[in-house]
């Protein structure tokens, strides 16, 4: 019974994960700066989860697994400008910024 518990508690963790790709996926070619939005909400997401301290510590451990390869692959945005020129093109194109 236990493990349909933890079952049950990683379901809604994997959601973030299927959400995100089939939300990068409609396009036929995933654009930066759509792209790092979604890594920065899944980071927001996968934060929550590990402060609650009703989820099994299995659960913890697969959160946390989960966070560390999303900051790795989202710290290699960090190494390329294209990442910068990407969020400034976007926040010109929504008005929030000028060039």
Do not use: R
Request: charge should be negative.
């Amino acid at each position: 019974d236990e493990e349909w518990e933890v079952l049950i508690q990683l379901q809604p963790v994997l959601e973030i994960f299927l959400k995100a790709t089939e939300c990068i996926s409609c396009s036929v070619v995933p654009l930066l700066h759509e792209v790092i939005p979604t890594m920065d909400s899944i980071t927001k997401k996968l934060e929550k989860y590990l402060e609650d301290a009703t989820l099994y510590p299995a659960v913890h451990v697969g959160v946390a697994c989960g966070l560390a390869i999303t900051d790795k692959y989202y710290s290699k945005t960090n190494e390329s400008i294209m990442w910068k020129t990407a969020i400034s093109e976007s926040l010109v194109c929504l008005g929030l910024f000028s060039l």
